[in-house]
Structure formats: structure tokens, C-alpha cells
Nanobody
Framework: QLQASGGGLVQVGGSLRLSCAAS????????MGWFRQAPGKEREFVAV???????TYSDSVKGRFTISRDNAKNTVYLQMNSLKPDDTAVYYC???????????????WGQGTLVTVSS
């Protein structure tokens, strides 16, 4: 089970850190990803982190967002800096077995947390 938190309202250029806490003892065996869905749009890939900690980002967030994981705390994070209005979306964390940009590769999903960036 995944529980995302940390969303909120932030001004353009601001920062937020999202957290996703996982229950269970096998967190370290999962690939973890962040996806987002803006109003009226399809869900899109944001970032993914492998079991060993290597990360991949979408072009739209590269250089501004950082995904990380703390296996001791069963938590994955998404540090978001230099936020833009286009970053406004519900952000979802997900767990899977394969490093992928496709949401179909992730079998477990958190409930989502809303990020609103105001201009």
C-alpha cells in the first residue's frame, strides 16, 4: 500500500517535496515511480528510480525535480524546485518491477496528492 503526501499550493518558482510511504517489508525490491495527471489530460510520467537508486526523468522536469528513496524508511521522495504553472497536477507514486516510463508497468499506486502552482 502506498500513501502519498506533501502536495499543496505554491507560487511560481517555489518548491515542494512529495513523499510516498510504502507499507510492507519489501520496499527495497521495488522500482518506484512518480506520475502526474493535470486536469483534462492523460496521466504522464515524471520520474522513476531503480532499486539501486539510479533515476530517469521526463524532459519537462529534468533539472528541476529530483527523485530519491530511503529504503530504511520505506519512502520515496520527489523534490520539486522552480515550479511552473504547467506542473499543476495530481501526483501519484507507483511501485513496479521494471524501470519504465509507462504507467502500465506499475502495479501498485498511491492515492495521489494535488500540487497547484499559482502564477
Amino acid at each position: 500500500q502506498l500513501q502519498a503526501s506533501g502536495g499543496g499550493l505554491v507560487q511560481v518558482g517555489g518548491s515542494l517535496r512529495l513523499s510516498c510511504a510504502a507499507s510492507g517489508r519489501t520496499f527495497s525490491s521495488y522500482v518506484m515511480g512518480w506520475f502526474r495527471q493535470a486536469p483534462g489530460k492523460e496521466r504522464e510520467f515524471v520520474a522513476v528510480i531503480s532499486r539501486s537508486g539510479s533515476s530517469t526523468y521526463s524532459d519537462s522536469v529534468k533539472g528541476r525535480f529530483t527523485i530519491s528513496r530511503d529504503n530504511a524508511k520505506n519512502t520515496v521522495y520527489l523534490q520539486m524546485n522552480s515550479l511552473k504553472p504547467d506542473d499543476t497536477a495530481v501526483y501519484y507514486c507507483a511501485a513496479g518491477q521494471i524501470v519504465s516510463r509507462s504507467d502500465s508497468r506499475f502495479g501498485s499506486w498511491g492515492q495521489g496528492t494535488l500540487v497547484t502552482v499559482s502564477s
